[in-house]
């Protein structure tokens, strides 16, 4: 069952940890009451046996070949998320501290099931090392071992039915409304004496899909490692007004107006392509957070030793969602979404060696803004 968030306690909690002795205590106990280990390791999902601070004292063959640690040992006494290298669980307190880890369906998992409740979650984990992106269905249950409260979590890979989901919905979705409107102007405009804006119309709309397809391309290659950053000088200047040009048909803009900052242009060595990749994942998002008349604006700049790009819409996002903005498959649209700012983290971080920021209150509207090296 997947119980509501608000019913769960939450798992910011204790910093407590149990000391190493005390940790191979446990195991012995854990792997005596279980008396069934080489039956685990031959199931095809991760199991963790956690203890009352949330430290793993036990996992299967399969948990260790998700986490890459080995030998096993190595991760007892570590969290789950800092067993793989969760990007959240880099900070003081460890695994389960941060406020992003307050709607972490792991974290609310093992809460779940330390107060006596199994629950089953999905989990979205981005590794903090190689940006790698998990995707994971997560089950809690409760264990009692020598009067000892244990938590045995399931580790199941989701990501390949994420992925058919976002593929369904590009291509079932998107390509299919780009299609339709394609071939909507291509009818209009062969009739005799049709204005010329129908054949300019579905040159755009040919435009837009060949896009649409390119960006799930380019993603699978990216998550993948096979995509490699062409460097070369680039204008500011050009690489925004083509994202802003790419989106102007494409049905987020409208009755919202895309406006280019009117600022002198800046040259510098990036990857075009996955710039203007970044700038149109991130315009498309501002545009679907604006309200009907509304406006998203472009502008840059620099600062340091870095140069910086800004998309700025007046929508205003709520905290639960800003923690968990950046996460693959993570939306507020409904199932198959959430490549967006994933995608503009995993290009800027990975490829464009720069790093992406957000900002967001009531008064003054959202900023996304990327950072990339000036040299």
């Known amino acids: 069952m997947t119980p509501d968030h608000d019913s769960i306690p939450s798992i910011l909690a204790s910093l407590e940890r149990r000391d190493p002795q005390a940790i191979l205590t446990q195991t012995a106990a854990v792997v005596a009451q279980l008396q069934a280990v080489p039956l685990l390791d031959a199931m095809p999902g991760g199991v963790l046996v956690l203890n009352e601070c949330r430290q793993i004292v036990f996992c299967n063959a399969a948990a260790a070949r998700l986490t890459g640690i080995t030998p096993r040992e190595r991760m007892y006494g570590l969290r789950p998320g800092e067993a793989m290298d ?10 389960g501290t941060n406020p992003a880890c307050e709607f972490c369906g792991a974290a609310r998992a093992i809460a779940a099931a330390s107060a006596g409740r199994p629950c089953t979650t999905e989990c979205r984990i981005t590794q903090a090392q190689t940006n790698r992106s998990l ?8 264990l009692q071992c020598n009067g000892q409260p244990f938590t045995v979590m399931s580790l199941v890979d989701i990501a390949d039915e994420k992925r058919r989901r976002a593929l369904e919905r590009i291509f079932f979705h998107d390509v299919r409304n780009l299609l339709g409107a394609l071939l909507g102007y291509l009818q209009l405009s062969s009739g005799h004496g049709a204005p010329p804006e129908y054949e300019a119309a579905s040159l755009s709309a040919a435009h837009c899909l060949a896009d649409e397809i390119a960006s ?3 993603l699978l290659r990216a998550e993948s490692g096979e995509l490699r950053a062409q460097i070369a000088p680039i ?9 802003a040009r790419l989106l102007q048909h494409h049905e987020p803009a409208a009755n919202r107006q895309i406006i280019v900052s009117k600022q002198p242009d800046i040259t510098l060595p990036s990857d075009a392509c996955i710039v ?8 498309k ?3 679907e957070a604006s309200p009907q008349g509304g406006a998203v604006t472009l502008d840059w700049g620099t600062r340091g030793n870095e140069v910086f790009f800004r998309v700025h819409n007046d929508g205003f996002i709520p905290r639960e969602v800003q923690l968990q903005l950046f996460q693959r498959s993570f ?5 198959g979404r959430g490549l967006g700012t994933y995608s503009v983290r995993l290009f800027t971080e990975t490829y464009l060696r720069g790093r992406v920021t957000m900002s967001s209150c009531p008064d003054e509207g959202t900023n996304f803004t990327v950072f990339l090296p000036r040299e």
């Open 235 to 243: 204008s500011l200047v050009g690489v925004c007004s083509e994202a």
């Open 135 to 142: 995707d994971l269905r997560v089950s809690c249950v409760p």
């Open 86 to 95: 969760c990007r959240n669980s880099r900070c003081a307190g460890g695994c």
């Open 216 to 218: 799930f391309e380019e």
């Open 276 to 283: 203007r990749r970044v700038l149109v994942n991130l315009i």
């Open 285 to 287: 998002n501002a545009l």
């Open 331 to 335: 939306s507020t649209k409904g199932p």
